[in-house]
């Protein structure tokens, strides 16, 4: 029976391992993690009532490969309340302002002049070549749609998914569907519509009813439940307490030898290193040192989740909706909050609110450092001024991601090009996760099939 070693017990390796298991059920498959809980950076935590997303605060729709999976497990999802959805903030000039909904939203929004309006209104229209290299997103909507749409759409955008700046990630990276629709349909705009009016006939074609609208969503018990129940469905596959430290191609029967702390060994026909891009580089150092250096070369940046709980009373401003993102260009002291309580239910203990704040990034990564104390201070200060409270916080937990997401910089299209070319020269070794072909949890779901059903192919053509 062919042995697969999956390295990392994360979304993507527990996904990856899951999968195996379907599409290749004589494989055995094991899952070496070292933490004590697997799950990687999705993780929940219950302190007196209030219920902490340590890491992703949802999973969005975009495509079936969550729903499906969640479906398969036989959870039971719960969808983001609508506020939430409808309701989108932006903290620029001293106040929230409202993201703008559709074309109506966008002509009334204050977060443009009448200039940008006019320059974001007309994208349609307006004929930019592209420049023949890699573009970053800053660049591709300042030529699309105007500088004003880039300072403030873009930076959004991209502070809400990656925490990262818009001059420094490439477009065809961290959304590759941008330059797709320029590309096929001359504009941005017409390509969303024309995506959407695709997703409604494939939908009739099915005979099911039109599509919805996008939709965020997690669980009652918080968004653990998922990674929780991969891994019981994995049992005892997954292997806590093992870092994997390098690998050894061997020529004998198995190929792969991978080593862990205190020399402890195992042997596998094949192995999947889904753990984050700056630990499969140590683990192929020895392997390939090219290839280390390739994965290595992946940047992450910074990030601390500042989660505060206030008595309603506290908050007389209490919105229904998603939460408020503050540009990375402003330079303030939080990233983004999420108005965690008014999204899902069941975050807080009744009459207490649930505020998270994501600090850090890439301009401001020395915050990660700053003691709990000060981390609570000065996400409370931007509390008062953006949500008006009133009274000091009665719950706080800080939780640190050192590195939290791989950016997706100019040229890292060309690098993963470079690393999939120099993996190909290793029969049995695959590369998973979160540092190569998007970073969502919806990305992490869809790559890890997509790499069991390559490791299932090869040990099919291999017949090990
Ligand atoms: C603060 C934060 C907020 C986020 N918010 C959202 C959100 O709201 N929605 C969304 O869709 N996405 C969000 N993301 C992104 C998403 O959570 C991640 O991209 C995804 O969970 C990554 O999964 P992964 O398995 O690829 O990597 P990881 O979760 O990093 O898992 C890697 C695993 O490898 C293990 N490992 C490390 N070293 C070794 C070793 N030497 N040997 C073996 N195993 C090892 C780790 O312990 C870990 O369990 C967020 C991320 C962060 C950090």
């Keep these: 029976m062919p042995h697969v070693a999956v ?35 999705v993780g929940t935590e219950v302190h007196r009532g209030f ?14 490969a969550v729903p499906d999976l969640v479906r398969e497990l036989g959870l039971d999802p719960i969808a983001a309340s609508e506020g939430s959805r409808k309701n989108r903030f932006v903290f620029l000039g001293g106040k929230l302002r409202k993201l703008p909904g559709g074309p109506f939203g966008l002509l009334t929004t204050s977060l443009l002049s009448l200039r940008g309006k006019w320059q974001l209104l007309t994208e349609p229209w307006r004929k930019t070549p592209p420049p023949g290299g ?36 490439s477009v065809a990276s961290a959304f590759p569907r941008l330059p797709v629709m320029e590309r096929e349909a001359g504009s941005i705009v017409r390509g969303f519509f024309r995506a959407a009016k695709k997703r409604k006939r494939e939908a009739a074609e099915r005979g099911e009813p039109p599509p919805g609208p996008m939709k965020m969503w997690s669980f009652r018990d918080g968004l653990q439940a998922l990674t929780d129940a991969l891994a019981a469905s994995l ?19 198995s190929q792969w030898v991978l080593y862990g702390d205190h020399a402890k060994a195992r042997s596998a026909d094949a192995v999947v290193l889904a753990c984050p891009s700056y630990e499969q580089a140590a683990i192929l150092e020895e392997v390939n040192p090219e290839l280390a250096a390739e994965v290595g070369a992946i940047p992450y940046n910074r990030i601390a989740v500042v989660a505060l709980g206030y008595r309603e009373l506290d908050c007389p401003n209490r919105p229904d909706g998603f939460g408020y993102i503050a540009p990375q260009n402003t330079r303030r002291d939080v990233l983004g909050v999420q108005w ?65 997401i791989p950016q997706y910089v100019i040229g890292h299209a060309d690098r993963v090009a470079r690393i999939e070319a120099l993996v190909a020269r290793h029969s049995g070794l695959f590369l998973a996760g979160n540092a190569y072909k998007g970073v969502a949890m919806a990305d992490c779901v869809e790559q890890g099939t997509a ?13 090990v």
């Design 51 to 64: 219920r902490v997303e340590c890491g992703p605060n949802g999973y969005l729709d975009r495509t079936p």
């Design 235 to 253: 049992g005892a596959a997954v292997k806590c307490g093992f870092a994997v430290r390098s690998l050894a191609e061997s020529a004998s029967v």
């Design 340 to 404: 965690c309580s008014s999204i899902f239910p069941d975050r807080a203990p009744p009459g207490c609110v649930l505020w998270r704040a994501l600090v850090g990034g890439v301009h401001r990564a020395e915050q990660v450092d700053w003691d709990d104390d000060k981390l609570g201070r000065a996400v409370h200060a931007e509390l008062k001024l953006a949500m008006g409270v009133k009274g000091d916080p009665i719950f706080r937990r800080v939780v640190r991601w050192p590195a939290a």
């Design 134 to 169: 890699d573009e970053s997103v800053r660049d591709f909507v300042t030529r699309r749609a105007g500088v004003e749409a880039a300072d403030v759409f873009a930076d959004a955008l991209v502070t809400g998914i990656h925490g990262g700046d818009p001059a420094l990630l």
């Design 451 to 463: 790499v069991a059903a390559r490791v299932a192919q090869y040990l099919q053509n291999t017949a």
């Design 7 to 41: 390295v990392g017990g994360g979304l993507s390796g527990l996904t990856v391992a899951y999968r195996l298991k379907q599409f290749a059920p004589d494989a055995s498959v094991s899952v070496l993690e070292p933490r004590e809980r697997p799950g990687g950076n």
